[in-house]
């Protein structure tokens, strides 16, 4: 009975992922793109380990090289920052290990491992930062997403140990145990990689932040109007699992004319305009005398930790410190009133 090698089988999920994804978006992310190359390495391995076709043990190192810097990117895209000219220059990566290769094959030895391992650190250097230096996520997630960046980059950073711990079964003569390392630790990482890269916790405002308006480009003032009148009257951030389509749908608009018109009106993301919306909802549920885990609650938050660093954006302190300095005004301006009549 045929069986199918592992990397073959990581290779067709990752695939058939890829395509999911790419359907679903459209478009090619830059998430999509690791996703993508993810799965031409796992079954690269499977040609050149287990099939031995020749040559590809030369071209499995060079695509192994473009994993690193289209992580980064993805990182970068999806958390952090639009692309920019001089993310280019991580083509670098790859062109240095096409001139090793021709020039000083056993320079790859180090070469590789040290690529996986500088972009694993930096990935892990600036996921470290939580939530609040990853301005393009969205912020009711909390610090998952910044949680799935880390795993990332320590995928990165065990890929490399893989690769050392191939050399070193070489230098002592284990041939025999180089087939269990790929399949455990070269796929295993690719897998995971590709797994955490599907994470619904990193796509999921993509409407927001894949494209961004000319700066020469006005909001749309009918439809502001609109968005205005309804968070007003109908109060739908109320809602905790408010989503940019639900509330695109709500008003009858496509996502991408809503998020647009919000970028440009305010200057911040969908995330931050509901949750600017839920903060002044809270404060006024504190000023009648709520307790901070209930107006949290009231205003459509989820959790403690998202609800103190958004009212920490928006009101510059605390909600414990921004009553004790707003209720004593409301109290004198109360009396104030009833000494006039």
């Known amino acids: 009975m045929p069986s199918v090698p592992i990397p073959v089988f990581v290779a067709l999920v990752l695939g058939f992922a890829f395509l999911h994804l790419w359907k ?108 609040d230096a990853q301005p393009r996520t969205v912020l009711a997630h909390d610090n998952i997403p910044a949680r799935i960046w880390l795993a990332i980059g320590g995928a990165l950073i065990a890929s490399a140990l893989s690769e050392v711990m191939i050399i070193i079964a070489y230098v002592i003569d284990r041939p025999e145990v180089q087939p269990w390392i790929i399949t455990i630790f070269s796929v295993g990482n690719l897998l995971l990689i590709g797994s955490l890269s599907l ?9 927001e932040t894949a494209e961004f308006p000319r700066q020469d480009a006005a ?60 903060i002044r909802e809270a404060q006024g549920a504190l000023l009648h005398g709520k307790s901070v885990t209930e107006a949290l609650y009231a205003s459509g938050f989820n959790t403690k930790s998202n609800f103190n660093r958004e009212f920490l954006r928006v009101a510059g302190t605390s909600p414990s410190v921004w009553l004790r300095d707003n209720k004593p005004a409301m109290t004198t301006g109360t009396e104030n009133s009833a000494s006039g009549d």
Not at 246 to 265: D, G, Y
Request: glycine share 4%; proline share 7%; aromatic share 8%.
């Open 24 to 131: 679903e978006q459209s478009r090619i992310t830059a998430l999509g793109g690791l996703l993508a190359v993810c799965a031409v390495q796992s079954l690269i391995i499977a040609m050149a380990q287990h099939y031995m076709l020749p040559g590809l043990r030369w071209v499995q190192p060079v695509t192994a090289s473009f994993i690193p810097p289209i992580a980064w990117l993805a990182f970068q895209t999806n958390a952090v920052r639009s692309v920019k000219p001089a993310d280019l220059l991580h083509v670098l990566v790859p062109i240095t290990v096409i001139a090793a290769i021709v020039i000083a094959p056993e320079f790859l030895d180090a070469l590789l491992p040290g690529v996986f391992t500088c972009y694993g650190i930096a990935i892990l250097a600036h996921a470290l930062r939580g939530a």
């Open 199 to 207: 994470s619904s916790y990193l796509r999921s405002n993509g409407a």
């Open 219 to 278: 909001p749309d003032a009918d439809l502001w109007l609109r968005l205005e009148q309804f968070m007003q009257q109908k109060q739908p951030y109320l809602d905790p699992d408010l989503t940019l389509a639900q509330l695109a749908r709500k008003l009858h608009v496509p996502a991408k004319s809503l998020s647009s018109t919000i970028n440009l009106a305010t200057g911040e993301n969908v995330s931050r305009y509901v949750n600017n919306a839920r």
